[in-house]
């Protein structure tokens, strides 16, 4: 993959989830029903899970169980989401699953007709370095009108949102041959070809949006099956 190409697919992912975790830390420590003027200047943030507790003394959160968070056109999936605050205030998160599934995160850019997936064993966040890691069987892809295009895989996949650099390594659980990173780009021309039959199939509107919006009646944004929730 060209090097501009996969920076703009990973700096838009790891906008979206800085924000996305960063936000659900807060929300764990804030009353249902704020309305604070962050609030409504930013998108909502809702959490499912069949449990939530939250530590005030620790400054953690630990979601578990079917865990579904979407904050605005961004989705992350896990079995578990544990989020912290360090005691300079940054905030530093990890998803984890089973072995038979993978953290997965969803990116819609609906005006660029343009999806970017991530998934691996583990996701990490740290506000600290503001850096996102997928790591175990990693991979990053970028839809365009929903047919993929850009991809890397990997060990590890790492992007730096204050340097605005990436990495990506092998292992011995790289997401495809052992060892290797292994990464395939499409060219530009056929990038902008396939932007275009999208822009006409719409009717020059952005693409619809497949992430449901949180809802807004008022309950808790962060609920699950069982409803469970201890706070500390």
């Known amino acids: 993959m060209n090097a501009s190409s996969f920076r703009i697919t990973t700096h838009a992912l790891c906008l979206g989830l800085c924000a ?3 936000s659900t830390a807060a929300l764990a420590q804030t009353p ?3 309305n604070s003027p962050a609030n409504k200047e930013e998108p909502d943030t809702q959490v499912l899970s069949d449990t939530l507790s939250y530590d005030d003394a620790n400054k953690t959160s630990l979601f578990t169980g079917n865990v579904i968070l979407t904050r605005g056109l961004m989705k992350l999936t896990a079995d578990k989401l544990s989020l912290r605050e ?7 998160g990890v998803a984890t699953v089973s072995k038979s599934r993978f953290v997965f995160i969803r990116q819609e850019r609906p005006e660029n007709y343009e999806v970017v997936e991530a998934r691996g064993d583990r996701g990490e966040y740290d506000g600290k370095l503001n850096t996102v890691k997928m790591i175990g069987h990693a991979t990053v892809t970028r839809f365009v009108c929903g047919k993929p295009f850009d991809t890397v895989n990997g060990e590890v996949v790492t992007f730096n949102n204050q340097t605005n650099t990436y990495s990506a390594a092998g292992g ?16 530009r021309a056929k990038t902008d070809q396939a932007v275009a039959e999208c822009r006409k199939l719409y009717n020059n509107k952005p693409m619809p949006s497949t992430i449901q919006a949180p809802a807004q009646d008022g309950a808790s944004a962060a609920t699950g099956k069982a409803g469970k929730a201890t706070q500390n």
Request: net charge positive.
């Open 20 to 22: 996305l975790l960063a």
């Open 32 to 34: 249902a029903g704020s």
């Open 86 to 92: 360090d005691a300079q205030g940054f905030q530093h």
């Open 172 to 187: 011995p659980t790289s997401a495809t041959q052992p060892g290797r990173v292994r990464s395939i780009a499409q060219p």
